[in-house]
Nanobody, 124 residues
């Protein structure tokens, strides 16, 4: 079992920045790819970014490309997402996810582990 705990969410004005963190604990000896998803009120959960176990490969949703950067520190069992130039449409609950299969972190279906989420609110 792996436990994921997100932090770093909050309220920010449009154009501002936030850095989300996700700390993993438990069975962290396995090689997990990590990802971020978000869900806005009344909308389905959507993919934001994912990163391979070694950190050598990263992918982003078109809506955040060029503004968000995902990174990880395996020594600390943590994954991060730097969010710049935030827009009101980025407002959502952001979830950290982990799975040994990078592929499932594109859709979220069948992901092994999820965090509890952190709220990000961007005011206009």
């Amino acid at each position: 079992q792996v436990q994921l705990v997100e932090s770093g969410g909050g309220l920010v004005q449009a154009g501002g920045s936030l850095r989300l963190s996700c700390a993993a604990s438990g069975r962290t000896d396995s090689r997990y790819a990590m990802g971020w998803f978000r869900q806005a009120p009344g909308k389905e959960r959507e993919f934001v970014a994912r990163i391979s176990w070694r950190g050598s490969s990263a992918d982003y949703a078109d809506s955040v490309k060029g503004r968000f950067t995902i990174s990880r520190d395996n020594a600390k069992n943590a994954v991060y997402m730097q969010m710049n130039s935030l827009k009101p449409e980025d407002t959502a609950v952001y979830y950290c996810a982990a799975d040994s299969r990078l592929s499932v972190l594109l859709t979220g279906r069948g992901v092994d582990y999820w965090g509890q989420g952190t709220q990000v609110t961007v005011s206009s």
